[in-house]
Structure formats: C-alpha cells, structure tokens
C-alpha cells in the first residue's frame, strides 16, 4: 500500500533542531517514508489523504509501562513507593491469572494508540500475551519477562522467570517484522539477590540483547542498598555486570554524580517518568545535569497505577516544567529537547534506528494533530504547543509501518467494544 499526506503541517527534524514544513507532503510506500516535499511528487500513490489543518510529526515512544497495570489504575494513592508496591501492588499482582493481562494489554493499547503512542519497552508479567496484543495491534514494542529474586541461595536453575525471560527471547525476539523485540530485565536492586542478577546480566550479554530495569529511584532505595551491599543501586548493578549490555534504567532520581559518571561510562540510558517520581513523592531526577553530560533521557509513564494514565503528552508537559519551576529557571528544559526524549531518544534507547523523525528511508510510524482544537490556535512555537498545549485526545490519526491503526476516533486493529467487555470481565474476577 502508497500513501500520499497531503497539505500537511510536517513537524521535521535536522541538526539545528525541529522546523514545520507548512503545507507539505509525506508519501509512504510500504512500511517506509519515501518522500518528504514542498511540492507535489510526480510518483503515484494509492491513497492521498488531505491533511489539512493537521499536523504531522513522529509517533510518540513510552519507554517505561508496565501496561497491565490499567487494572490497578489510582490504587494506593497518597502512599510512598516501598508501601504502594509492598502492601498494595504485589498482593493485587499474586491474584492476576494470564486472561487479566491478555485483557488489560489489549485494553491499555486502546488508550496508548489513540494518543499518539506508536512504540513502546514494557515490562510485566505474562509477557507472551502483550507480545500477542501487540502483534495484532500493530504497535512496535521491546518486552521482558522481568526476573526477581529473594532468596540468597537461590539458583538459576530453580528461578523459572530466568527459564520464561529466555523462552520469550528465543521465540518472539524480532517478531511480527521486527516491530515486536524481546529485552531482559531485572525488575530492581532491592527485589533481586547478587547470584541471580550477575548471572542473569551475563545471559544478557551472551545473548547480545538489551536489559530494561528500575534504579535509585527514592533515597530510601538508596541507602538500603549502601546498607546491604556499601554501593549505590548503580554501582552494584555495575558490579553485577548488568551494563555490559545496552540499559534502559527507569527513573535515576536519587543519582549522584558518581552514579552518573557510571551511567555514561556504559551509555546507559535513563527513563524520567515525571507523573510517577511526583505522584509516589520520589523526587525531581536530575535531568539537566544527565543532559549535559551526555546520557541518553527518554520519556517514560510508569504504571497507570502510579500515574493514572498513558499519556505521554502529559509526561512531555510536565518534563517541560517541572524542573523549571524546581530549579526557579525557565530555561532549565528546552522544548526541543523534550520532544527529543519522547521521540528520537527514545528509538535510541530501543536501538531503533529506523525511528523516531520523520525523513526519508525511515519507518512510517507518525501521528497527526488535529489544529482545528482551540486550545491549539494559533501556532507561534510548534514544539511549545506540542509540549505544553495539546492533548492526547487531539490525535486524530496513529500509523505505524505505514499501516493506520487508529484514524478519526476509529480502531482499525482491535475491536475496542470487545476488549472493553473482556477488560469489565477481568476486573470482575480480580475483585470479586
């Protein structure tokens, strides 16, 4: 299939940062952009698409989700992370049967889909049934089996998330056209023993994959774990080995800069997740000083239960201001670089290189904005009304590999009555 955008505002990326071609045109052939112009191509396509008053620009990447979660959206408000996680989440996650995930995965990429979410690194239980979702969806995604571990005698051999995270990696890895790949992870510092996260890290690396894990994300995780091992969280995974494979770590709120000389040491890339570090009262990540010192920030939502929603807009939003206002400096966050983060940054971070700017030869993964809205009138600074005005509700079409899955507050993928009956039936079940 040849699709030809037609009269389009085209939000575009060079070296000197975002620029709008007004009134452009994106051709598409197959899953690949082929054209980008002021003008008209000679070359037909099979479908054009007016694309007037709309603006088009690159999906957008959530880096951290554990998108099941939308079972257990805005339980354990008002508590800390270590009470929210121990004494409300886990006891909730120790009744979730496979149907609960398969239901809610489907259920979450309606919400992520019609915001504007063309990819996504997830982490959760289950995982072959997200792969599943995914697959029919036609989202792009990394997933992991996460491994956890709380016995100190324990050994690889007797940990069957160890056998599951392997299982999925052999047969989904590359998946659906690549759209679909496999990551390991290990879900934390202070929820896994040294034997298992060292030998696991080196399965990592043996393998050549990418590892997905959550770090320092309070103070308190912090100073337990100096307390345990001498070490900062980064530090020990340092020791594990786990950054000898390329790393996604979620949230680095409480990093010093030892810890972050580290990071970028090992090109690790950090995930800010900046409604959840509020929300959990976990603290402002330092995210001016991970900039400029070269370590790769993505955007993140975290859990719909420790955020609400998965809506990156809103994370964009508060990634613009938040630090600003902390830090008593307007300039602190550029527009620019936020977008950045929640777009070629994060293909980065899934080492997709294919995405993430809207260019010629890349993989047609885009959204449009509908600019008829008026809280988006008029357009003085296109990456401001992107990060600190629209909406995820003003995505009126999502694409990926050149296929539209959502257009117009349509699905084209998934049967979203359906999903939301299988989604009532889980939750039924789950608090019954």
């Known amino acids: 299939m040849s699709i030809l955008l037609e009269h389009a505002e085209l939000l575009l990326r060079d070296a000197a940062g975002y620029r709008t071609l007004h009134d452009g045109y994106l051709g598409i052939r197959g899953s690949v952009i082929d054209y980008v112009g002021e003008s008209a191509p000679e070359a037909p396509y099979a479908r ?18 554990h998108i099941p979660m939308v079972l257990m959206r805005g339980i354990g408000s008002g508590l800390g992370l270590h009470e929210w ?24 990429l309606l919400e992520m889909i019609a915001g504007g979410t063309t990819s996504f690194s997830d982490m959760y239980f289950f995982p072959d049934e997200t792969v599943r979702a995914v697959a029919e969806a036609g989202v792009r995604a990394n997933l992991n089996r996460c491994v956890q571990c709380f016995d100190e005698n324990q050994t690889v051999e007797e940990n069957h998330q160890i056998k599951e995270s392997l299982a999925l990696f052999e047969q989904y890895h590359g998946a659906e056209n ?9 879900h934390a510092e202070y929820t896994c023993k040294p034997r298992i996260a060292r030998a696991y890290s080196a399965l990592c690396a043996e393998r050549g994959a990418r590892m997905h894990l959550h770090l320092s994300e309070t103070e308190r995780e912090v100073r337990e774990c100096i307390e345990r091992y001498g070490v900062t969280p980064v530090a ?17 709120v409480a990093v010093s800069a030892e810890d972050r000389a580290i990071l970028r040491a090992h090109h690790v890339s950090v995930i800010h997740n900046p409604t959840s570090n509020l929300k959990l009262g976990s603290g402002f990540a330092p995210v001016r000083e991970m900039l400029d010192e070269g370590i790769n920030v993505a955007l993140g939502t975290d ?22 206002g902390y830090h008593r400096d307007p300039t602190l966050i ?5 977008l950045d983060m929640a777009t070629v940054n994060g293909a980065k971070l899934q080492g997709r290189d294919d995405v993430g700017v809207l260019a010629v030869g890349k993989k047609a993964d885009l959204i449009a904005i509908d600019l008829s809205r008026p809280h988006l009138y008029p357009v003085f600074d296109t990456p401001a009304l992107l990060t600190c005005s629209a909406q995820a509700g003003d ?4 694409m990926v590999d050149g296929k539209i899955l959502y257009e117009n507050g349509e699905f084209l993928t998934l049967d979203a009555e359906k999903i939301k009956a299988q989604m009532r039936a889980a939750l039924a079940r789950l608090y019954a």
Do not use: Y
Not at 178 to 186: A, G, M, Q, T, V
Not at 305 to 322: D, G, K, T, V
């Open 48 to 65: 054009r698409l007016d694309m007037r008053g709309k603006l088009v620009m690159p999906g957008l990447i959530n880096c951290h989700s």
């Open 85 to 108: 996680l121990f004494e409300t989440i886990f006891p909730i996650e120790d009744r979730l049967v496979r149907e609960d995930v398969a239901a809610a995965s489907r259920f979450a």
């Open 178 to 186: 690549d759209r679909i790949r496999i990551d390991f992870s290990i």
């Open 236 to 252: 020990w995974f340092e020791q594990m080995g786990t950054f000898d494979s390329p790393t996604a770590a979620a949230h680095c």
């Open 303 to 324: 859990g719909a239960a420790s955020n609400n929603n998965l809506n990156l807009f809103e994370e964009m939003h508060l990634a613009a201001i938040m630090h600003d």
């Open 334 to 338: 550029s527009d620019t670089e936020v």
């Open 395 to 398: 995505v009126c079409m999502t």
